[in-house]
């Protein structure tokens, strides 16, 4: 059985007071909840401060990108050498808005993915089309060419580590979510890509979660599909009492 897994990507928000405040009251929330994996990826600047706020609580820290060397000359980067130092157990890479605004390419998330196994950091590796990729038929050419590169030489063992995020770009901040059988359908397919890529076993155990403007209306018809196993929510996590609800999906059956 895969662990459900809810992660929250902060990006660019919440400084030191409100990072602090919002952990606090999210590790008071979450206190009992043992039987899925809760995940916050603050800003680098506090992701001291939001590990100490968050310590004896299941709330695991995660960053939002790493760069892929250890240390040396590399201003204005951070390691996920260093980002274990401060506590993270995760990092969020391949994010789209880092591919879209940044130029990040599927040969340098393979490696970010490699440094972050390296130092035993589990990385959340996210892909996803545009609407015009959809459109044009392109979605699963494009999921293929970023799980292909983004895995490329990622062992089966170290599979066990890695986790995915299937976030149609179109559906991020844009409060369109695709609905629960669009999902479902790409998750199936992304599972199916990774039983040939690596085998049956790696394919059942592999978290695949999906993003792009989960709400707590929204989140136990996308939980209640068969391949779904969480989501990585944005806006959504930014509110204490909504990403509480989220994490407290109820699986329907
Ligand atoms: P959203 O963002 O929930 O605000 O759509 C999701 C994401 O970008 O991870």
Redesign the pocket.
Known sequence: MRKPMIAG?W?LNKTLSEAKKLATELAQQCQDIHDRDIVIAPVYTVLSSVAEAIKNSPVQLAAQNCYPEDNGAFTGEISPLFLEDVGCELV?LG???RRQLLGENDAFINRKIHKALAVGLKPIL?VGETLQQREDDQMLEILTRQIKGGLDKVTVEQMEDVVI?Y?PVW????GKTATDEQAQEVHSFIRGMLQGLFNQQVATATRILY?????PGNVDGLMAQDDIDGA??????LNVDDFARIVKFEKQV
Do not use: F, M, W, Y
């Open positions: 990507n990006k969020i994010h789209s808005e996210c995020a976030e559906a991020i901040g844009t993003g792009g403007s989960v709400k990585l929510v944005g806006g959504a996590s």
